[in-house]
C-alpha cells in the first residue's frame, strides 16, 4: 500500500540521517552508522530508488528499532545498558536498567570505570549488566545497548584474534552461554535514556 511504503520510507530516511548524526558526534567511526556508509546509502537511493534504502532501514530480524522504550512480551526482561565518557576529566562509566514485561524496574546499577576508551566502557556496561540479570534469576532476557559496534562484535560467529578489547568480549560471549536465553539488540540513544542518565550519574562513584 502506498502510505505503508511512504511510512516505511521515512523510518528509513531518518535512520540515515541520525546515522550521520552520530558519525558527526563521536567523530569516528565507532558507531552505529559510518557518515561514509550514510551518504553512500543516499547515493544508492538516488540511484536505484526506495526499495534499497527501506531494506537499509531494517535489522536481520526484519525489525526497526524504536525511538523509544518499549517494553518486552511477557515473561520476558529487559536489559538496557551505555557507556559514558566525559570530554573534559576523560573518565569513563557504564549504567544500566533491568525492567520485566510491565516496565517495572526490577533493579539498576551505575559504575566508574577504569576503561581507556567509550568502547571499552559500552563493553564493561554489558558486561555487568548481564551479570546483574543472572544474579537476579532471569532466564529470558533482552539486552539493548546503543552502541552497534558492540552488538555486531558480540553477535559475530567467530571472535577475531585481533579485535580490540577482546578479553572482555570472551567474557560476554561466555556469559552468553549459559543456561538461559538472551538476545542482544541494537537500540537507537533516544530510547536508551535511562541507562544513558545511570552511565553519567556513574562518573561520580569510586572506581
Known sequence: ??????????????????????????????SYFPLFT??????????????????FA??????VPHLWWAPPASGQWNLNVDG??????QCTSSG?????????????YSSREAAGTIFEAELLAVWRGLLLAWDKGCSSLICESDCAEVVRLILLPT???SVPCRDIL???????KRRWDVQ?????????CVADALAKLGRSSAI
Open 170 to 176: 570472551v567474557e560476554i560471549r561466555t556469559l552468553l
Open 159 to 161: 571472535l577475531p584474534e
Open 1 to 30: 500500500m502506498p502510505c505503508e511504503m511512504d511510512l516505511k520510507w521515512t523510518l528509513a530516511m531518518v535512520r540515515v540521517l541520525y546515522g550521520m548524526r552520530t558519525g558527526l558526534v563521536w567523530g569516528s567511526f565507532v
Open 58 to 63: 531494517y535489522d536481520e530480524s526484519g525489525s
Open 184 to 192: 542482544v539488540k541494537f537500540i537507537f540513544r533516544e530510547a536508551n
Open 38 to 55: 550514510s551518504l553512500t546509502r543516499i547515493y544508492r537511493f538516488i540511484n536505484y530508488g526506495k526499495k534499497d534504502l527501506i531494506l
Open 84 to 89: 559514558c565518557l566525559d570530554i573534559q576529566s
Open 96 to 108: 544500566g536498567i533491568l525492567r520485566d514485561a510491565l516496565g517495572t524496574w526490577i533493579c539498576g
